[in-house]
């Protein structure tokens, strides 16, 4: 996953929505798509064949690992993956959001005068 000079990433949406899904927890897929709704009121969603071929991609750049299943979440039926933020899937998803906020601070600027901060 490509890094701009800066240190500032422009991540997919899919990348941002897992990693803001999964936060400081350790969560399977079906419980990312399901917290993402949470998050964003069901505004934003994850499906289940970007999700899965997203997670493989971010294992692969060290933005998230696999990771046991928290106690108590252990599954009856066959295995479920389970995946957390790496440090480094923190730190581009802090750089990420800062690149937003940025952004998010121009466009008011330049659509909303009277309200730009």
């Not at 997919?12 to 803001?20: A, D, E, K, R």
């Not at 990771?67 to 108590?72: E, F, I, Q, V």
């Amino acid at each position: 996953m490509p890094v701009h000079p800066g240190g500032a990433a422009p991540l997919s949406p899919p990348v941002y929505h897992i990693l803001l899904a999964v936060g400081e927890e350790t969560r399977h897929g079906y419980g990312m798509i399901q917290r993402l709704a949470e998050l964003t009121g069901g505004t934003e969603e994850l499906l289940p064949g970007t999700l899965y071929a997203t997670l493989a991609r971010m294992v692969d750049a060290g933005l998230i690992e696999e990771a046991r299943a928290p106690h108590g979440q252990e599954s009856g039926g066959p295995p479920r993956r389970h995946y957390r933020v790496t440090a480094q899937g923190r730190t581009v998803a802090q750089l990420e959001t800062e690149r937003m906020r940025r952004l998010v601070t121009v466009a008011r600027r330049v659509w909303h005068p009277g309200l730009a901060r």
